[in-house]
């Protein structure tokens, strides 16, 4: 079964650090993007970012770029998203999700297929 | 970043009834775009890829259409597990793939 499996929830005090993993199976991990996405209760999705395992490449979009680490290690099939600096505004789910189709490049007419049970998050003093 | 606008932002329909909802982009898209299902404390589901396909195994009372600029998903026959809250993205413009806000169904 293909499936992604996240760490489990976080509390976390402002200016903290914090690594979240997803751990993927069931498939060529190497082969498939995974990307980050971030979900504030109650509100829509925002995209963070990409990784491709094949070559450990990242993107990040604007809003995210600088405010998190996205990562990969291929041998334990497990992706990770990292933040050296927690603020109140990172508070949220997080989930790991595998673009539909193989390859490299994100852009095109495939979606994410294959969702984590996402991570909840709470930054708090 | 482009922007993608759904509306309406919430609707209530009965079971069997015929459901769409629309999704718009701040620019022309071509036909990236997809359609998500989400109920509370869960993950967001894939339904529809590239405007109008069909994902794996979602039922065949779901169908899209659109491309450029203006999209719309439809349900027909609607379904009490249908309820929750659906999402468009546009998968056109790296590196952020934005999300629409969202439209919430809710079954009556």
């Known amino acids: 079964e293909v499936q992604l499996v996240q760490s489990g929830a976080e509390v976390k005090k402002p200016g903290e650090s914090l690594r979240i993993s997803c751990k993927a199976s069931?498939?060529?991990?190497?082969?498939?993007?995974i990307a980050w996405v971030r979900q504030v209760p109650g509100k829509g999705l925002e995209w963070m970012g990409t990784?491709?395992?094949?070559?450990?490449?990242?993107t990040y979009s604007q809003s995210f770029q600088g405010q998190v680490t996205i990562s990969v290690d291929k041998a334990v099939t497990t992706a990770y998203l990292q933040w050296s600096n927690l603020g109140a505004s990172d508070s949220g789910i997080y989930y790991c999700?595998?673009?539909?189709?193989?390859?490299?490049?994100?852009?095109?007419?495939?979606?994410?297929?294959?969702w984590g049970q996402g991570t909840t998050v709470t930054v708090s003093s | 970043d482009i922007q993608m606008t759904q509306f309406p932002a919430s609707l209530s329909a009965s079971v069997g009834d015929r459901v769409s909802i629309s999704c718009r982009a701040s620019?022309?898209?071509?036909?990236?775009l997809n359609w998500y299902h989400q109920k509370p404390g869960k993950a967001p589901k894939l339904l529809i890829r590239?405007?109008?396909s069909l994902h794996t195994g979602v039922p065949s009372r779901f169908s899209g259409s659109g491309s450029g600029t203006e999209f719309t998903l439809t349900i027909n026959g609607l379904q009490p597990e249908d309820s929750g809250t659906y999402f468009c993205?546009?998968?056109?413009?790296?590196?952020?793939?934005?999300f629409g806000q969202g439209t919430k169904l809710e079954i009556k």
């Open positions: 990784v491709f395992p094949g070559d450990s490449t990242t």
């Open positions: 620019q022309t898209i071509s036909s990236y």
């Open positions: 993205q546009q998968t056109y413009s790296d590196p952020s793939y934005t």
């Open positions: 999700a595998r673009r539909s189709l193989p390859g490299s490049t994100f852009r095109g007419r495939y979606g994410l297929d294959v």
């Open positions: 069931g498939y060529l991990f190497n082969s498939y993007i």
């Open positions: 590239a405007a109008s």
